[in-house]
């Protein structure tokens, strides 16, 4: 079936350093993909999507393209806040328009 | 600015007891997820709904837990009877099957079982 696998965290950055947090997937046929966000205490966000091959899905200065022939959606941001501190979950839709989760990554922004 | 409601936000019950939780989704959806959070086992998916009919209830314990969509304003996850091991953040999530498929999550309802 189809699946998602993420980076292990917590990842641990200072204020204003590059992001990433790679994602990987298998799915059958071409799936959107998706980054939601889940801030303490909250539901979780939609952060970003994209729906096709070389989309770029971007939001709040973080972004993401989809690279079919990886599999991949890797999530990117050029400097980080303290304020981005949050669980990041990568997830792609599979064809009954369910999303298939990820185990999430812990970002946590020090000052 | 349309969000999923979710009641109760917070529930303690005892073992044994039925614990009915409520979601309003957003006008309009036609797909309507129930979702359990745990630190162990992360984000599982319970149910699904579309068009108010469930479609897939297999990550969903069938002998003490139930879910339906009594009209389109209105879903419900009953429990019972509660054990502990069902303690963790429940979200309710509504979207549109299509090109707008994005789903949109409620705040969550935690539940204690004691």
């Known amino acids: 079936g189809d699946s998602v696998t993420q980076m292990e965290g917590p990842v641990t950055l200072s204020e204003e350093a590059f992001l990433t947090i790679n994602c990987t997937y298998t799915a059958t046929g071409y799936p959107s993909l998706f980054w939601y966000v889940q801030y303490p205490g909250e539901g979780l966000q939609l952060l970003l999507k994209a729906t096709k091959a070389d989309d770029k899905g971007s939001n709040k200065g973080f972004e993401a393209t989809y690279r079919k022939e990886t599999t991949s959606f890797h999530l990117e941001k050029g400097s980080v806040q303290v304020s981005d501190s949050a669980v990041y979950f990568c997830a792609p839709m599979d064809s009954s328009y369910k999303l298939i989760f990820g185990s999430g990554t812990r970002l946590l922004v020090r000052p | ?114």
């Open chain 2, 1 to 114: 600015d349309a969000r999923v409601t979710q009641t109760p936000r917070h529930k303690v019950t005892e073992m044994g007891q039925e614990v009915t939780m409520r979601c309003q989704p957003i006008l309009g959806h036609n797909t309507v997820f129930w979702y359990r959070q745990t630190m162990m086992q992360g984000l599982e998916l319970l149910a699904y709904f579309r068009n108010r009919a469930p479609l897939d209830d297999s990550g969903m314990p069938k002998d003490r837990f139930s879910a339906e969509m009594p009209d389109a304003t209105l879903a419900t996850l009953k429990i019972q009877p509660s054990e502990p091991r069902d303690s963790a953040v429940y979200f309710c999530a509504s979207g549109f099957s299509g090109v707008r498929n994005e789903q949109f999550f409620g705040p969550g309802t935690r539940l204690t079982v004691l």
